[in-house]
Protein backbone atom coordinates (compact mmCIF):
# COMPACT_ATOMS: atom_id res chain seq x y z
CA UNK A 1 0.00 0.00 0.00
CA UNK A 2 0.98 3.84 -0.68
CA UNK A 3 2.00 6.34 2.21
CA UNK A 4 0.05 9.37 0.87
CA UNK A 5 0.58 13.10 1.57
CA UNK A 6 -2.80 14.56 1.79
CA UNK A 7 -3.68 18.26 1.85
CA UNK A 8 -6.59 19.00 3.29
CA UNK A 9 -8.67 22.00 4.60
CA UNK A 10 -8.79 21.20 8.51
CA UNK A 11 -12.68 20.68 9.14
CA UNK A 12 -13.90 19.74 5.67
CA UNK A 13 -15.93 16.74 5.73
CA UNK A 14 -15.45 15.48 2.65
CA UNK A 15 -11.48 15.58 3.16
CA UNK A 16 -12.34 13.25 6.51
CA UNK A 17 -14.66 10.68 3.93
CA UNK A 18 -11.55 10.99 1.60
CA UNK A 19 -9.12 10.37 4.36
CA UNK A 20 -11.36 7.64 5.75
CA UNK A 21 -11.63 5.73 2.41
CA UNK A 22 -7.43 5.39 2.08
CA UNK A 23 -7.27 4.70 5.36
CA UNK A 24 -9.14 1.73 4.94
CA UNK A 25 -7.83 0.81 1.19
CA UNK A 26 -4.67 0.10 3.53
CA UNK A 27 -3.26 3.38 3.06
CA UNK A 28 -1.08 5.48 5.77
CA UNK A 29 -1.03 9.25 5.41
CA UNK A 30 0.72 12.15 6.40
CA UNK A 31 -2.40 14.75 6.80
CA UNK A 32 -1.13 18.18 6.07
CA UNK A 33 -3.11 21.78 5.99
CA UNK A 34 -3.47 23.58 2.46
CA UNK A 35 -4.37 26.46 4.09
CA UNK A 36 -1.31 26.50 6.16
CA UNK A 37 1.62 25.24 4.08
CA UNK A 38 3.85 27.08 2.43
CA UNK A 39 3.23 27.38 -1.37
CA UNK A 40 5.02 28.61 -4.09
CA UNK A 41 4.32 28.83 -7.93
CA UNK A 42 5.92 25.79 -9.11
CA UNK A 43 5.33 23.54 -6.50
CA UNK A 44 1.38 24.22 -7.06
CA UNK A 45 1.58 23.75 -10.44
CA UNK A 46 2.72 20.50 -10.40
CA UNK A 47 -0.38 19.11 -8.77
CA UNK A 48 -2.18 20.29 -11.73
CA UNK A 49 -0.59 18.45 -14.78
CA UNK A 50 -1.92 18.56 -18.23
CA UNK A 51 -5.63 19.34 -16.76
CA UNK A 52 -7.25 22.39 -17.80
CA UNK A 53 -7.32 25.68 -15.80
CA UNK A 54 -10.60 25.49 -14.55
CA UNK A 55 -9.83 22.05 -13.38
CA UNK A 56 -6.98 23.14 -10.66
CA UNK A 57 -9.68 25.44 -9.09
CA UNK A 58 -12.09 24.09 -5.91
CA UNK A 59 -15.96 25.47 -7.65
CA UNK A 60 -17.02 25.47 -3.87
CA UNK A 61 -14.70 28.76 -2.93
CA UNK A 62 -16.74 31.45 -1.89
CA UNK A 63 -14.68 33.68 -4.87
CA UNK A 64 -15.50 31.08 -7.13
CA UNK A 65 -18.97 30.41 -6.13
CA UNK A 66 -19.87 34.21 -6.35
CA UNK A 67 -18.13 34.70 -9.82
CA UNK A 68 -15.65 36.95 -8.70
CA UNK A 69 -12.98 34.43 -10.23
CA UNK A 70 -14.17 32.95 -13.22
CA UNK A 71 -11.53 30.39 -13.85
CA UNK A 72 -11.73 29.32 -17.54
CA UNK A 73 -11.09 32.55 -17.76
CA UNK A 74 -7.59 32.27 -16.55
CA UNK A 75 -4.24 31.74 -17.88
CA UNK A 76 -2.10 29.35 -15.67
CA UNK A 77 0.00 32.50 -14.14
CA UNK A 78 -2.80 34.17 -13.13
CA UNK A 79 -4.93 31.10 -11.40
CA UNK A 80 -1.04 30.18 -9.43
CA UNK A 81 -0.70 34.15 -8.81
CA UNK A 82 -4.68 33.55 -7.53
CA UNK A 83 -4.14 30.30 -5.36
CA UNK A 84 -1.40 31.52 -3.98
CA UNK A 85 -2.97 34.64 -2.82
CA UNK A 86 -5.72 32.66 -1.69
CA UNK A 87 -5.29 28.89 -0.83
CA UNK A 88 -9.16 28.21 -0.63
CA UNK A 89 -8.94 28.33 -4.67
CA UNK A 90 -7.12 25.21 -4.63
CA UNK A 91 -8.74 22.08 -5.69
CA UNK A 92 -8.40 19.59 -2.79
CA UNK A 93 -7.25 17.29 -1.56
CA UNK A 94 -3.60 17.33 -2.95
CA UNK A 95 -2.31 13.91 -3.04
CA UNK A 96 1.36 12.56 -3.62
CA UNK A 97 3.02 9.65 -3.72
CA UNK A 98 6.33 8.51 -4.39
CA UNK A 99 6.85 12.17 -6.33
CA UNK A 100 3.44 11.85 -8.25
CA UNK A 101 1.19 14.81 -7.59
CA UNK A 102 -2.56 14.76 -8.04
CA UNK A 103 -5.16 17.60 -7.44
CA UNK A 104 -8.93 16.28 -6.36
CA UNK A 105 -10.40 13.05 -5.51
CA UNK A 106 -10.94 11.10 -8.41
CA UNK A 107 -12.26 7.83 -7.38
CA UNK A 108 -11.29 5.87 -10.49
CA UNK A 109 -8.12 7.91 -11.26
CA UNK A 110 -7.28 7.39 -7.23
CA UNK A 111 -7.77 3.72 -7.71
CA UNK A 112 -5.89 3.03 -10.66
CA UNK A 113 -3.07 4.94 -9.47
CA UNK A 114 -2.81 3.66 -5.92
CA UNK A 115 -5.92 1.59 -5.13
CA UNK A 116 -8.80 2.38 -3.73
CA UNK A 117 -11.50 0.30 -1.41
CA UNK A 118 -14.65 -0.47 -2.56
CA UNK A 119 -17.84 1.94 -1.18
CA UNK A 120 -21.45 1.64 -1.18
CA UNK A 121 -21.97 5.62 -2.13
CA UNK A 122 -19.19 7.09 -4.33
CA UNK A 123 -16.61 9.73 -2.67
CA UNK A 124 -15.51 12.42 -4.31
CA UNK A 125 -14.07 15.83 -4.76
CA UNK A 126 -17.67 17.34 -4.53
CA UNK A 127 -18.29 19.73 -1.40
CA UNK A 128 -20.43 17.78 0.88
CA UNK A 129 -22.33 20.90 1.98
CA UNK A 130 -22.70 21.22 -1.53
CA UNK A 131 -24.36 17.87 -2.26
CA UNK A 132 -26.54 17.92 0.72
CA UNK A 133 -27.57 21.28 0.17
CA UNK A 134 -29.13 19.90 -3.60
CA UNK A 135 -30.30 17.28 -2.61
CA UNK A 136 -32.35 19.36 0.45
CA UNK A 137 -30.51 17.53 3.62
CA UNK A 138 -29.21 18.81 6.08
CA UNK A 139 -25.68 20.07 5.67
CA UNK A 140 -22.69 18.24 7.48
CA UNK A 141 -20.88 20.30 10.35
CA UNK A 142 -17.74 21.80 8.98
CA UNK A 143 -15.54 23.24 11.01
CA UNK A 144 -14.65 26.06 8.90
CA UNK A 145 -16.99 27.58 6.00
CA UNK A 146 -16.02 26.76 2.59
Excluded at 89 to 106: K, S, T, W, Y
Amino acid sequence: MAHVIFWEKPGCAGNARQKALLKASGHTLDVRSILDEAWDGERIRSFFGARPVAEWFNMSSPRVKSGEIVPATLEPEEAIALMLADHLLIRRPLMEVDGRREAGFDAGRVRAWIGLADTAAPVTDTCVQETARAAGKPEPDCSTPD
